[in-house]
C-alpha cells in the first residue's frame, strides 16, 4: 500500500489544484465489481440492485450498473430520485426507506412525466399505506407498493402476521390505486451482533425464517397478489456474502462494498479492496507538537513532527504516511487539522497525507467531485451534494 500511496503522492502534485480530494481508485473498485460478478453468478437467484446513497455519483453509479447489468437501484432520498430516472433509461427503483407523504405527493404533483416511471414506494405500516392511497386517489395513479418488514433489525416496518394481512388487504380492495410489489427487509443486524449473543449463521437463518414465513403468507392467503416477479429484496453490504450462498430473497441491494469503507471491514467481505481515499495537501510542517499554555514541554525530547493539513476531521482515518494519527489533545479542526507522524517520516509542505473513510454515504456528498484515478490520472466525476 505504500507504493500506492507514493505514487498516488506525485501524481496529485502533478495534477492542478491542491485541495482536500475524494478518491476512487479505478482498480481496486473494478477488482471488487468482479468479484461480486463472479458470486452474483454463482448466486443467479439473485438480481442486484445498487444502492444510490453510498455511491452518489451519477458516473460511479453508470460504471457498476454497466458492469454488473443492472438497472435496478435502491434510493433513500428524494433528490437522487429524478437524476436516477432521467439518466437510466430501464430503471427499476426500491426505496430503502418509506417517504414522507408530501414528499411524494410534492413528487407526483412537479413531475407529472414520472407518472408511469417504475418505483417501488416503500410502506412500513397500513397508517403509511392510507396516506399513500390518497396521494394515488389525488392524481389517478397507481402506486407500486413494496412493504417494509422487520427480520429482526428492528428498525420498525412490519412485524407480525396480522400487520402484513392487513396491509395485504388494503391493497386488494384497491387495485385502480396500489399494486403490490413484494417485500425489503434489511438484516444488517445479522453481522453486527455480538457471537455471545448470537452467531452471524444463527441471526441469518432467524432473518430468513421470518422473511420465508411472510412469503408463505402471501402466496398462501393472497394468491391474487402473488405473482412471479415479486420483488422481494433483501441483504445490504454485511450479509451479500450469506445471500449468494443461499437465501429466500431475489434481490440483493448492496453498496458500501465496493468501495469498502472502514465500517465495512469484516471477514465476510475481507476478498474486497478499499477503494476510497481523502487526499489532503500538508500546509505547514512543524518540528514537534507545541501545546498552547504548555511551551513548558517544549523542551523534552519529541517523538513526532507536526503537520497541518488543509481541513480535516472527515468521517474517516488518517492512513498515510504510516504512523500518522491526530492529536490526543491539540483538538480537532475541519479547517485546519493538526496530526503527528513519526519523526523520521519524510514529508514536505505540499505533499498529500491519505485518510480512509469509514462511510461511503456521510462522505461522498460532502465532496463536489469524486476523483477517479486511473492509469495514474484522475477523472473528476460530479457528486449528487443535496
Ligand atoms: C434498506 C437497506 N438495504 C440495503 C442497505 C445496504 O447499503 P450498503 O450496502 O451501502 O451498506 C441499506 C443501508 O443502509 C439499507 O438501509
Redo the contacts with the bound molecule.
Keep these: 500500500m505504500n507504493n500506492f500511496f507514493e505514487q498516488l503522492n506525485r501524481d496529485l502534485k502533478q495534477s492542478n489544484g491542491a485541495l482536500p480530494r475524494l478518491i476512487v481508485d479505478d482498480q481496486a473498485l473494478e477488482q471488487n465489481l468482479q468479484y461480486v460478478a463472479k458470486k452474483l453468478k454463482y448466486g443467479s437467484h439473485l438480481q442486484p440492485r445498487i444502492?444510490v446513497?453510498?455511491l452518489a455519483c451519477l458516473a460511479l453509479l453508470k460504471t457498476i450498473s454497466l458492469k454488473l447489468s443492472t438497472q435496478r437501484f435502491?434510493v433513500?432520498h428524494m433528490p437522487q430520485l429524478l437524476p436516477i430516472l432521467e439518466h437510466f433509461s430501464d430503471v427499476d427503483v426500491l426505496f430503502?426507506?418509506p417517504m414522507p407523504v408530501s414528499t411524494v405527493q410534492h413528487f407526483y404533483a412537479m413531475n407529472q412525466n414520472c407518472r408511469q416511471a417504475d418505483i417501488q414506494w416503500l410502506i412500513d405500516s397500513k397508517a403509511r399505506l392510507l396516506q399513500y392511497l390518497e396521494v394515488a386517489k389525488q392524481f389517478s395513479l397507481t402506486l407500486k407498493i413494496n412493504i417494509e418488514i422487520d427480520v429482526g433489525l428492528h428498525r420498525g416496518g412490519v412485524r407480525s402476521d396480522f400487520a402484513l394481512i392487513e396491509i395485504l388487504r388494503l391493497i386488494e380492495q384497491n387495485p385502480e390505486h396500489l399494486v403490490f410489489a413484494g417485500l425489503?427487509g434489511?438484516d444488517?443486524h445479522v453481522t453486527k451482533l455480538p457471537s455471545v449473543i448470537k452467531k452471524i449463521d444463527v441471526a441469518y437463518r432467524e432473518s430468513q425464517d421470518i422473511y420465508q414465513n411472510y412469503k408463505n403468507i402471501i402466496q398462501q392467503q393472497f394468491p391474487h397478489l402473488w405473482r412471479t416477479d415479486l420483488c422481494f429484496n433483501g441483504?445490504?453490504?454485511?450479509t451479500f456474502y450469506l445471500h449468494v450462498e443461499q437465501s429466500v430473497c431475489n434481490d440483493l441491494?448492496?453498496?458500501?462494498?465496493l468501495l469498502k469503507p472502514s465500517d465495512f471491514d469484516s471477514d465476510g467481505l475481507s476478498v474486497l479492496q478499499a477503494a476510497l481515499w481523502i487526499s489532503t495537501p500538508v500546509l505547514k510542517v512543524l518540528p514537534f507538537t507545541q501545546l498552547p499554555g504548555l511551551e513548558v514541554l517544549d523542551k523534552l525530547p519529541h517523538s513526532s513532527k507536526a503537520l497541518f493539513v488543509y481541513g480535516g476531521y472527515w468521517m474517516a482515518h488518517y492512513v498515510y504516511p504510516r504512523g500518522i494519527h491526530p492529536h490526543a489533545l491539540y483538538g480537532r479542526s475541519t479547517n485546519q487539522e493538526m496530526v503527528n507522524v513519526p519523526k523520521n517520516t519524510e514529508i514536505a509542505v505540499d505533499d498529500f497525507v491519505f485518510l480512509r473513510p469509514t462511510q461511503?454515504?456521510a462522505i461522498i456528498p460532502q465532496f463536489h467531485k469524486l476523483y477517479c484515478y486511473k492509469n495514474r490520472d484522475f477523472e473528476a466525476w460530479e457528486t449528487f451534494r443535496e
Design positions: 444502492v446513497k453510498s435502491m433513500f430503502g426507506k425489503m434489511y444488517a441483504g445490504g453490504s454485511p441491494s448492496f453498496g458500501s462494498m461511503s454515504e
